[in-house]
């Protein structure tokens, strides 16, 4: 029993050095570049850049995580230095999770009322739904 007690608190001390936190004096090779770039600290920031693809990268996550500040992505594009490469990881934003919540909320409360309906209304209330959704895809067009 105390060889596997031992064993978990090995496995958790080396998953926790999985993720090394990040130096400003360092040099790393670029999580996004195709051209096999280096990103280095920008002088007098808390940021990086890429000597190839020019693309900006601030720490965060108390310096163990990197975002890319550049580019056209939607959502915050985030990695974690393993020690010899880079691993991405997402994090959506509060709102995101807000969002998510209400609609998970709104699905069931549907869902409840259409229990309580008889099956004809149940067709009706399906239909009455369908043509209202129909008239705000086109009518956003």
């Not at 770039?37 to 108390?62: M, P």
């Not at 020690?83 to 209400?102: D, F, N, T, V």
């Not at 909320?105 to 239909?127: D, E, Q």
Request: some cysteine.
């Amino acid at each position: 029993m105390l060889r596997h007690r031992h064993f978990f608190k090995d496995h958790a001390l080396r998953s926790q050095k999985l993720v090394q936190k990040i130096d400003l004096n360092e040099v790393y090779p670029c999580p996004t570049c195709r051209h096999r770039g280096t990103i280095q600290g920008i002088t007098l920031t808390e940021a990086f850049g890429c000597d190839r693809c020019q693309q900006i990268y601030v720490i965060r996550d108390n310096g163990f995580g990197l975002e890319q500040l550049s580019g056209a992505h939607p959502y915050r594009r985030l990695w974690r230095w393993t020690g010899r490469q880079w691993r991405q990881y997402s994090q959506l934003p509060a709102s995101s999770w807000l969002g998510l919540l209400i609609v998970i909320v709104t699905l069931l409360g549907i869902a409840g009322f259409l229990l309580l309906l008889s099956t004809s209304f149940r067709i009706l209330a399906v239909l009455i739904a369908g043509l209202a959704v129909g008239a705000l895809l086109t009518s956003r067009r």
